[in-house]
T-cell receptor
Framework: LAKTTQPISMDSYEGQEVNITCSHN???????ITWYQQFPSQGPRFIIQ???TKVTNEVASLFIPADRKSSTLSLPRVSLSDTAVYYC????????????FGAGTRLTVKP | EAEVAQSPRYKITEKSQAVAFWCDPI?????LYWYRQILGQGPELLVQ????????DSQLPKDRFSAERLKGVDSTLKIQPAELGDSAMYLC????????????FGPGTRLLVL
């Protein structure tokens, strides 16, 4: 299993760009990277997914360097409603039972 | 937008009692997951189904927990007997992907064992 490491918590202010980095040093060739967001008392929600380089959607961007040993979730101009826990997962696209959630990063956006 | 349904949303039970949770995945999603999430921690996978078959139940405490997905659609997770340490949020997720790249979670069932 590719293990991930994220900061436990981060603080930011409204309007700022937030970058959350996830380390996955032993990522394998078939592994892809997925980020989820979870609000209190709700199930996690898919944010973005990528394999290499950069992926962008209407919510976030995901930057993955060439060696793929880390990835960075970028949230542009955060608001108070972006306060949540963000999870980075690494999974093998050919092995459908090895994706695991870690403790995640608790992002607090302040006014 | 289709959603994963779970019931009940909240459950209070006494230890040694039996409790059951139900999940109805998004239509057409062959892969279904049950997770347990203790407050302050990430979700922990309990069991994964591909259609009606169990793919992974290595983290399921089989002496007291059971899960089934008889027709490959909705699923039930049962705990018997419940213990104090089972108090947690139980989450169901489904995925259209065999490898579960994208999982859609339900609202969860919060269990309190007294």
């Amino acid at each position: 299993l590719a293990k991930t490491t994220q900061p436990i918590s981060m603080d930011s202010y409204e309007g700022q760009e937030v970058n959350i980095t996830c380390s996955h040093n032993n990522i394998a060739t078939n592994d892809y990277i997925t980020w989820y967001q979870q609000f209190p008392s709700q199930g996690p929600r898919f944010i973005i997914q990528g394999y290499k380089t950069k992926v962008t959607n209407e919510v976030a961007s995901l930057f993955i360097p060439a060696d793929r040993k880390s990835s960075t979730l970028s949230l542009p101009r955060v608001s108070l409603s972006d306060t949540a826990v963000y999870y980075c997962l690494v999974g093998d696209i050919y092995n459908n039972n090895d994706m695991r959630f870690g403790a995640g990063t608790r992002l607090t956006v302040k006014p | 937008e289709a959603e994963v349904a779970q019931s009940p949303r909240y459950k209070i039970t006494e230890k040694s009692q039996a409790v059951a949770f139900w999940c109805d995945p998004i239509s057409g999603h062959a892969t279904l997951y049950w997770y347990r999430q203790i407050l302050g921690q990430g979700p922990e996978l309990l069991v994964q189904f591909q259609d009606e078959s169990v793919v992974d139940d290595s983290q399921l405490p089989k002496d007291r927990f059971s899960a089934e997905r008889l027709k490959g659609v909705d699923s039930t997770l049962k705990i018997q007997p419940a213990e104090l340490g089972d108090s947690a949020m139980y989450l169901c997720a489904s995925s259209p992907d065999r490898a579960g790249e994208t999982q859609y979670f339900g609202p969860g069932t919060r269990l309190l064992v007294l």
